[in-house]
């Protein structure tokens, strides 16, 4: 399980994972800063700056619920006995790679109009007051949170035993997609978000892959799944559990030198299917903050 403490350095497997979970943040966190991008640029193109502490009020409630459920996983399983950890982290990962699978076929789908949706919940709740401003923005940015909250969750239970490099890739990740949002906003940068939410949608369905591998074994543990000793193949004879090859093939995949047949089953079967079909719908249009229609200024609040 999640071994932070004492352990200030990144190792082998914890520099894979760094690099994977900072892909991964960065993927999810660019998604809810185009959101705020969105709503702001709305809010300030139509002259109701006034709205503008409505939407940061519900942009931070979001960020903060999402916080609390990567802690409250995190932390309040160090409690229970190991064959509960091993159910709870389980059924987690099962719900991360559900929520991940269902957005990033969403983002795929919804990217066409995702802008003009956002906006025009935006346009309505300001007739209707500052709660329903900040629940517009509250709901945009906390589906991103709470999916981050589980991978994240799931990603760092899955890789035990590596040191900061999980948890620290999700902190570089996301900070690097706020440091972007803001650099959208302003103009500096411009970003192919279609080849972008392409790529890193594809790695998020092989990452999605392992941690089901994870759950299922996780699930095995606690004897919920049977199978557990019933083994798909046994390489320790010939990869060392804990040599440089293993660290990084369970670092990037969450393949170990040996597995279970329902392990082994679940990842290759989530793999084959996802995927290809992922990649066969076709380039996902660019999410961008549309040209809103001028308005005549709101009085100042």
Same mark, same amino acid.
């Given at each position: ?5 004492g ?5 082998? %497997? *914890? ?16 998604? $809810?800063?185009?959101?705020? =991008? ?16 409505? @939407? ?5 409630? !979001? ?18 006995? %190991? ?16 929520? /991940?699978?269902?957005m ?10 995702i ?23 509250f @709901? ?9 909250a ?34 959208? +906003? ?8 279609? #080849? ?9 369905? @092989?990452?999605? $892959? ?5 759950? @299922? ?6 004897g ?6 019933? +083994?798909a ?9 804990? *040599?440089?090859?293993?660290? /990084? ?5 969450? &393949?170990?030198? #040996?597995?279970?047949?329902? %392990?082994?089953? $679940?990842?290759?079967?989530? &793999?084959? =299917? ?11 249009? !660019? ?5 809103? #229609? ?8």
């Open positions: 399980m999640l071994m932070l403490a352990k200030a350095y990144l190792t082998s %497997e *914890g520099t894979v994972m760094f690099a994977s979970n900072a892909l991964i943040g960065l993927r999810e966190g660019l998604e $809810a800063a185009l959101v705020v =991008v969105i709503l702001v640029a709305f809010l300030v193109k139509t002259d109701r700056r006034w709205a503008l502490r409505y @939407v940061w009020l519900g942009v931070g409630t !979001a960020v903060v619920l999402s916080v609390a459920i990567g802690a409250i996983l995190t932390f309040g399983t160090a409690g229970l006995d %190991e064959a509960q950890q091993e159910l709870v982290g389980g059924i987690a990962s099962l719900v991360a790679v559900g929520f /991940v699978t269902w990033i076929f969403w983002m795929r789908r919804a990217g066409r109009r802008a003009g949706e956002l906006t025009g919940k935006l346009d309505s709740a300001l007739a209707v007051g500052p709660l329903a401003i900040a629940t517009v923005a @709901v945009g940015v906390a589906r991103e949170g709470l999916e981050t589980l991978f994240a969750y799931a990603t760092i239970q899955s890789a035990s035993q590596t040191g900061v490099g999980p948890l620290l890739g999700w902190v570089v990740g996301i900070g690097a997609a706020v440091l972007l949002g803001v650099l959208v +906003y302003r103009g500096a940068i411009k970003i192919d978000l279609a #080849r972008f939410f392409r790529w890193t949608g594809a790695a998020l369905v @092989v990452v999605a $892959a392992g941690i089901l591998a994870y759950a @299922v074994h996780e699930l095995q543990e606690a919920v799944l049977p199978g557990e000793k019933s +083994y193949f046994d390489l320790r004879h010939l990869i060392d559990p804990q *040599g440089p090859v293993a660290t /990084v093939i369970r670092g990037i995949f969450n &393949l170990r030198p #040996r597995m279970a047949v329902l %392990e082994i089953g $679940a990842w290759a079967a989530y &793999l084959l =299917v996802v995927l290809p079909l992922f990649l066969a719908g076709g380039r996902p249009t !660019a999410t961008a903050a549309p040209e809103p #229609r001028e308005r005549a200024a709101a009085p100042t609040r």
